[in-house]
């Protein structure tokens, strides 16, 4: 369904039959299109060798991949989406990823499936992946390993950290490798984010459900993605004013805080928005600290993980949130003590505020031994008197 998807936003079949051809597994598809609950939809039927082998191991299809002709990259990260397979899989089952065997994963419509979604993602090129709440279905699906609960263990296991939700169908509506493809190319979303869509793209599955079995690819670009100015005009185009970020939240009340100014340091240095320290009284009366950290939702990993390694701290919670922002461009005029930067701050053509770079000012009241007060004053009255363009 996904690679439907992306055939339906334009990857070129020929491109797919191109990219499948450099295998020496001789591997090919139809196209149609489907109705599902009124809607038409993309649906790709892999045509697999009858005499391929099942049951593969990870050895299998790295070898598959390793002699093929496909570029580097693609190979690298089908490699990869292989390897974090077979980890899933081990883990679930007590086994090393080299001695897991793919039961139904292990036909060649897994390598087809990682191979095409693959391509296709590298023909556009996306910049960001986001993916909102997964409907995982409900019940039990028969396996190799008899009947497990739905959605699998596996499942579960490649879609840690993403929100996922049940509903009333009993069916398998997420498998191992829509998983396997979400987790390692997405980022979980609480929904469609603010954006301007450009396109469309629908895939259909093959079971008739009581609601439209599609999924679907929103293209487009995202508010928080649109390009700054970086003119030095503050009424040229405005950035968009409202975008969502990520908030990252933890008490800390059993900490040296002689640590802090290290670790608030570090998280800025590591890509941080905002880092900020609220004093609150915890269980017991206890005196605590509330880390409060905004960043991009892309640092997520990166920043809970120093949390962890440097604070105290055994939990963190975290949630998107909406905020709006002013159109900021820098500016530089010149001043009796030289050259400073000054951050302008508009709406709609309007300058709202006028803000000296504080370090600038810092470093040039430390050369010419003015007290930074004074220098604050002075460079605002020149401000007013300046004509800003």
């Not at 974090?84 to 086994?95: D, F, Q």
């Amino acid at each position: 369904m996904i690679l439907a998807c992306l055939l339906d936003l334009g990857f070129p079949e020929k491109e797919l039959q191109t990219h499948l051809n450099k295998l020496s597994v001789p591997l090919s598809f139809q196209v149609k299109t489907v109705e599902r609950g009124g809607i038409q939809s993309k649906q790709i039927l892999p045509e697999i060798p009858k005499n391929q082998k099942k049951h593969s191991k990870l050895s299998d299809f790295l070898k598959i991949i390793k002699k093929s002709g496909l570029s580097k990259n693609i190979k690298k990260k089908s490699s990869n989406l292989f390897q974090k397979l077979a980890e899933a899989e081990g883990k679930i089952h007590g086994k090393r990823p080299e001695e897991v065997r793919f039961h139904e994963l292990g036909g060649y419509d897994t390598l087809f499936d990682i191979i095409g979604i693959t391509a296709g993602l590298e023909y556009f090129k996306p910049s960001k992946i986001l993916t909102s709440p997964l409907h995982v279905g409900k019940g039990f699906v028969k396996t190799s390993h008899g009947i497990l609960p739905v959605p699998p263990p596996v499942v579960l296991e490649l879609l840690k950290n993403f929100p996922i939700y049940s509903g009333t169908i009993e069916e398998e509506l997420v498998t191992p490798t829509g998983a396997l493809i979400i987790s390692s190319f997405t980022k979980p979303s609480p929904g469609i984010p603010n954006m301007i869509l450009k396109k469309t793209g629908c895939g259909a599955g093959t079971k008739i459900l009581s609601i439209p079995n599609i999924l679907r690819i929103l293209m487009g670009e995202l508010s928080s993605e649109k390009k700054q100015n970086k003119t030095l005009d503050p009424r040229s185009e405005k950035l968009q004013d409202e975008d969502e970020i990520l908030k990252l939240e933890t008490n800390i009340d059993d900490m040296n805080p002689q640590l802090w100014d290290y670790i608030i340091e570090k998280l800025y240095a590591a890509g941080a928005y905002e880092v900020f320290l609220t004093p609150v009284i915890m269980k017991k009366s206890r005196p605590a600290n509330l880390l409060t950290v905004l960043a991009s939702v892309k640092k997520e990993s990166q920043l809970t993980e120093l949390i962890f390694s440097e604070t105290t701290t055994l939990g963190i919670r975290k949630e998107m949130i909406k905020r709006k922002i002013l159109n900021r461009t820098i500016q530089e005029i010149n001043t009796p003590y030289g050259r400073i930067q000054i951050k302008i701050s508009n709406q709609n053509g309007k300058i709202l505020n006028l803000t000296p770079e504080y370090e600038a000012l810092k470093k040039i009241a430390q050369k010419k031994k003015i007290p930074l007060k004074k220098l604050y004053h002075d460079v605002f009255a020149l401000l007013y008197k300046t004509k800003l363009t």
